[in-house]
């Protein structure tokens, strides 16, 4: 099976930046896609990003596009959501997940492993 260690996040102030990096260990032999989703307090789960395997290609959520991007590094099994513009909307649990599949989804059903979530506080 496949762990994922999620870090970075924290606070930012409106129109700042941040970065979450996950680092996925353990059966890292497939080909799969990853991806960051969010919950914010009292609604569900949310798509934020996702990347395919080899990290040619993206999708990015409606809400956040313009603003967030996604990056790999295939060797070290390590993705980047990469934040800017941010705004107090923004502020929720975020979390790491890996698919089954190479290719990224919007669909939270689609990944089947997921990290631990980690904070991020967006002050206006």
């Known amino acids: 099976q496949v762990q994922l260690v999620e870090s970075g996040g924290g606070s930012a102030q409106a129109g700042g930046s941040l970065k979450l990096s996950c680092v996925a260990s353990g059966r890292t032999d497939r080909r799969y896609a990853m991806a960051w989703f969010r919950q914010r307090s009292g609604k569900e789960r949310e798509f934020v990003a996702a990347?395919?395997?080899?990290?040619?290609?993206?999708r990015i959520g409606d809400s956040v596009k313009g603003r967030f991007t996604i990056s790999r590094v295939t060797a070290t099994n390590t993705i980047t959501l990469h934040m800017d513009f941010l705004e107090p909307g923004d502020t929720a649990v975020y979390y790491c997940a890996v698919a089954i599949r190479g290719s990224p989804t919007g669909g939270s059903e689609d990944y089947p492993r997921w990290g631990q979530g980690t904070q991020v506080t967006v002050s206006s």
């Open positions: 990347i395919g395997w080899s990290g040619a290609s993206t």
